[in-house]
Nanobody
């Protein structure tokens, strides 16, 4: 089992920044790729970003490319999402996700629900 706990959400004005953190624990030796997925109000969950096991490969949704940066520190068992130039349409519950199956990030773009483990989510609200 793998446990994921997000933190860092909140309310921010458009153009502002937030950094989300995801602490992971449990059978972390079995974790491969990790990602951030968000669920806007009244919509399905959507892919935001993915990072490989070593952090060497990253993938972003077009809507956040150039504004968000995903990273992970395996020594601290923590993954991050730095969000800059935030827009009202970024408002959503942001989930940390992980998988114990070695898949490329592109796999999850249209299959976010295939991540095996999920955090509880953290709310990000961007005001205009």
């Amino acid at each position: 089992q793998v446990q994921l706990v997000e933190s860092g959400g909140g309310l921010v004005q458009a153009g502002g920044s937030l950094r989300l953190s995801c602490a992971y624990s449990g059978e972390i030796f079995s974790v491969y790729g990790m990602g951030w997925v968000r669920q806007p109000p009244g919509k399905e969950r959507e892919f935001v970003a993915h990072i490989s096991r070593t952090g060497g490969v990253t993938l972003y949704a077009d809507s956040v490319k150039g504004r968000f940066t995903i990273s992970r520190d395996n020594a601290k068992n923590t993954m991050y999402l730095q969000m800059n130039s935030l827009k009202p349409e970024d408002t959503a519950v942001y989930y940390c996700a992980a998988d114990t199956v070695p898949r490329s990030g592109s796999y999850y773009v249209d299959r976010v629900y295939d991540y095996g483990y999920w955090g509880q989510g953290t709310q990000v609200t961007v005001s205009s």
